[in-house]
């Protein structure tokens, strides 16, 4: 083989090299998570532990305006106070998680925020389902787990905790928070009840039936009042 071919060679092999090593990287960057979280105690039991939530911008024409939050097993939404949030986002708690949401943040602006748990479960590593929304409608879903040794498209931000620390024990049912009494756990009006809605009215102590006693009872004293004046004028006569 002349200098030149063999010179030809070996550019070719750079070029198809540099392809690979380019495919590679874009394969890792597209499996790589897009929503984070963090904790400041990672270890199984703790208490008290502040959790950290990166969810990065991947929009070029909209900023955020809401988290979806899914809990694992072993925290509940009382668990859950929120710690710090963009300015003017709530959180929301919900049956398995919570909604964290408010003004929108700028186009390219990470949504990061924090929280804290009581206590975390007995457990490896927790997952995070986390779906994002848009100003602009548009919706990112990280709620997919690894199986096997598929990395998912979209993984659910997930967190690695250590061994719980010598004697730590899970969280006794009795002692989480709640509620000391039937009235303190009944929700605010306005939760339970649409606007325009009467059924709370209703409950007034006027049940129809009592309503209806008190129509006939009004009717026979009327009538017999009216049985009085006739039978007096007839007597009269």
């Known amino acids: 083989m002349s200098t030149y071919h063999y010179a030809c060679a070996v550019r070719r092999v750079a070029v198809v090299g540099a392809a690979v090593v380019t495919l590679a990287l874009t394969a890792a960057g597209t499996a790589s998570a897009h929503a984070e979280v963090e904790a400041d105690?990672?270890?199984?039991?703790?208490?008290?532990?502040?959790?950290?939530?990166?969810?990065?911008?991947?929009?070029?024409?909209?900023?955020?305006?809401?988290?979806?939050?899914?809990?694992?097993?072993?925290?509940?939404?009382?668990?859950?106070?929120?710690?710090?949030?963009?300015?003017?986002?709530?959180l929301k708690p919900g049956a398995d998680g919570y909604t964290l949401g408010g003004p929108a943040l700028d186009t390219g602006v990470d949504a990061e925020h924090k929280i804290k748990v009581r206590r975390l479960p007995d457990a490896a590593e927790l997952a995070f389902k986390t779906v994002e929304t848009y100003s602009d409608?548009?919706?990112?879903?990280?709620?997919?787990?690894?199986?096997?040794?598929?990395?998912?498209?979209?993984?659910?931000?997930v967190l690695k905790l250590k061994a719980a620390a010598p004697g730590a024990k899970p969280t006794d049912p009795s002692d989480s928070p709640g509620p000391a009494s039937p009235e303190a756990s009944a929700p605010a009006p306005s939760e339970v009840s649409p606007a325009g809605d009467t059924t709370a009215a209703e409950d007034d102590g006027s049940s129809p039936g009592l309503v209806a006693g008190g129509v006939l009872g009004a009717l026979l004293v009327v009538g017999g009042g009216a049985w009085w004046l006739v039978k007096r004028r007839t007597g009269t006569s």
């Open 41 to 90: 105690k990672p270890q199984a039991l703790a208490e008290n532990v502040t959790l950290t939530f990166v969810s990065e911008a991947e929009s070029d024409a909209a900023g955020f305006t809401r988290l979806r939050v899914v809990l694992p097993e072993g925290i509940t939404p009382t668990d859950v106070t929120l710690a710090e949030a963009p300015e003017g986002w709530k």
């Open 137 to 157: 409608g548009e919706v990112s879903r990280w709620i997919e787990l690894p199986e096997g040794d598929t990395e998912p498209a979209q993984p659910a931000p």
